[in-house]
Every structure is written in C-alpha cells, then in structure tokens.
C-alpha cells in the first residue's frame, strides 16, 4: 500500500523558514517523480517544485530563489526548505507522486494528507 506522511508545517514570521518532510513507502520511490504542492483556501492547487527520479528540478516561479526540494531515497524522504516565507506562502502542503515530471496536479497518482503552512506576523 502506498503511503506518504508530510511533516514539519507550522507558524512562522514574514522572513522565516522551515523544513517540510515527506516520508513514503509501499513503492519503489526510484521509479517514481515526487513534487510538493499547496492549496490556498478558495484557491486551486498549485504546483511549487518537482524532482524527478532522474533528479531534473523544476520550481514554480513564485518560490525560485527561496524554496529548494531534494530526495533521499535511501531513506524514502522528501523534502521542502522554504526560505524567505511571505504570508502569501500560506497554504496546505502536500507531497505527490507520479510518473510524470510536471507541476499539474492532474499527473499525480498518489497524495499526502497535507500539512499546514502559516505565515503571519
């Protein structure tokens, strides 16, 4: 049974960072892409960075520069260093996997639960 668990959402200032996880199993995550995406209240969900299982990294424009997503498949994580948050970051997070390199949603077979990001001051 796939499964993945996100972690390490919370509150922080304008300016901060944290460090999302992704923890999965159930699969050979080698064979798969994994990205990060977030839905915003009233908003759809958005594409922020993906990594292929050939390591080809692509970013959303509004995060390049702060956001860096990696993989340790040895260890089934991924992950989200979000640097540099505004309060427009604020959203649900959530790990995907699927076989295509994109930001669509629609090209993910597989989901988290989410987890929450908040920036306010």
């Known amino acids: 049974q796939v499964q993945l668990v996100e972690s390490g959402g919370g509150s922080v200032q304008p300016g901060g960072a944290l460090r999302l996880s992704c923890a999965f199993s159930?699969?050979?995550?080698?064979?798969?892409?994994m990205a990060w995406f977030r839905q915003a209240p009233g908003k759809e969900r958005e594409g922020v960075a993906v990594?292929?299982?050939?390591?080809?990294?692509r970013y959303a424009d509004s995060v390049k520069g702060r956001f860096e997503i990696s993989r340790d498949n040895a260890k089934n994580t991924l992950h989200l260093q979000m640097n540099g948050l505004k309060p427009e970051d604020t959203a649900m997070y959530y790990c995907?996997?699927?076989?295509?390199?994109?930001?669509?949603?629609?090209?993910?077979?597989?989901w988290g639960q989410g987890t929450q990001v908040t920036v306010s001051s």
């Open positions: 995907a996997a699927g076989p295509h390199s994109t930001l669509s949603a629609l090209d993910y077979n597989y």
């Open positions: 159930g699969y050979n995550t080698r064979d798969f892409n």
């Open positions: 990594i292929g299982f050939t390591w080809w990294i």
